[in-house]
């Protein structure tokens, strides 16, 4: 159980290096789509494509730092998954009866 902590948290993670963008990108689409307020000094539908523009890339980024990022060390990750060691054969016989040592 002590590994899926460990895959929870590196999760979480990923989704830090995305999240942001993703939001961001949203609240410019509904600047962009669904607000219909206008100002003399700024323009909302301009600012909300903007927000798009700008999480968009943010995404992007934080796609790629998740599939490029090494660690610092500059050592691969360990794996997560050690797989068990091979069975002993069944019905074998031990070297020792199969070679056995020359009598004296």
Do not use: Y
């Not at 903007?50 to 990022?69: E, M, N, Q, R, Y």
């Amino acid at each position: 159980m002590a590994g899926a902590g460990g895959i929870l948290a590196n999760e979480l993670k990923h989704a830090m290096k995305t999240a942001p963008g993703l939001v961001v990108a949203a609240l410019g689409a509904i600047m962009r789509f669904a607000v219909d307020a206008s100002s003399d000094t700024f323009d909302v539908k301009m600012i909300g494509l903007i927000l798009i523009i700008v999480g968009s890339v943010a995404f992007i980024v934080g796609l790629i730092k998740d599939f490029t990022v090494r660690p610092a060390s500059g050592q691969p990750p360990q794996p997560t998954f050690t797989p068990p060691p091979p069975p002993a054969p069944t019905g074998a016989r031990p070297a020792a009866e199969v070679n056995p040592p020359p009598a004296k």
